[in-house]
């Protein structure tokens, strides 16, 4: 089973609103990644988590905010989004980070609108 | 600098008919060559891992293949339901981390 889920599938927020995205997965990973995907374009790395430590942060604005409770589940906090933030936001997970078993599974994505 | 560049931008193709995809990747110390599946407003679906230069691999219609400067998907007979867009990634040299191509839009028409 490679199966990594995400809640919501979408998403539509003012720019004054505080939302969250969730991922989990139940395959024993212990690298969990959040992506934004923009339309037509590629997957842009945001975050890495590695043993729910960040290991990762690539430069990413504050108003999005991570969080790793535990090994299965990775969140996202957005907080006074901009317009520009729409995306289609993707979760993946590996067996670990870096190294042959780095392999990420993505899950299905949010696809945020914010208004 | 790291680079990841996939050909063609798209490709439409008649049922049936066999083609392939490039990948074409600048790293120093290759750590693994990966493609991927996205149909239109979904994640993407893992199909290969490739490591060394010679490697391949196979699943239904599809090839991967692996030499020190690219990588090639073979697609065999395809059918309309192959029709997505077809990423690889490679970790940078660096920090690692995928670089992912800007992919080949497939379009299999019937």
């Known amino acids: 089973d490679t199966e990594v889920t995400q809640t919501p599938k979408h998403l539509v927020m003012g720019m004054t609103n505080k939302k969250s995205l969730k991922c989990e997965q139940h395959m024993g990973h212990r690298a969990m990644y959040w992506y934004k995907q923009k339309a037509k374009k590629p997957p842009e790395l945001m975050f890495v988590?590695?043993?729910?430590?960040?290991?990762i942060n690539e430069s990413v604005p504050s108003r999005f905010s991570p969080e790793c409770p535990n090994s299965s589940l990775l969140n996202l906090h957005l907080h006074a989004l901009q317009p520009e933030d729409s995306a289609l936001y993707l979760c993946?997970?590996?067996?670990?980070?870096?190294?042959?078993?780095?392999?990420?599974?993505f899950g299905p994505g949010t696809r945020l609108t914010v208004l | 600098e790291d680079q990841v560049t996939q050909s063609p931008e798209a490709l439409r193709l008649q049922e049936g008919e066999s083609s392939s995809l490039n990948c074409s990747y600048t790293?120093?110390?290759?750590?693994?060559l990966f493609w991927y599946r996205q149909d239109p407003g979904k994640g993407p679906e893992f199909l290969f891992t490739?490591?060394?230069a010679g490697e391949e691999k196979e699943k239904e219609r599809l090839k991967a293949t692996l030499t020190k400067k690219e990588s090639f998907l073979h697609i065999t007979a395809p059918k309309p339901e192959d029709s997505a867009t077809y990423l690889c990634a490679v970790p940078t040299s660096g920090t690692y981390k995928y670089i992912f191509g800007t992919g080949t839009r497939l379009k299999v028409l019937a």
């Open positions: 988590y590695s043993y729910e430590k960040l290991s």
């Open positions: 993946a997970s590996s067996q670990q980070y870096g190294g042959r078993t780095d392999t990420q599974y």
């Open positions: 790293v120093s110390g290759l750590r693994g």
């Open positions: 490739l490591y060394s």
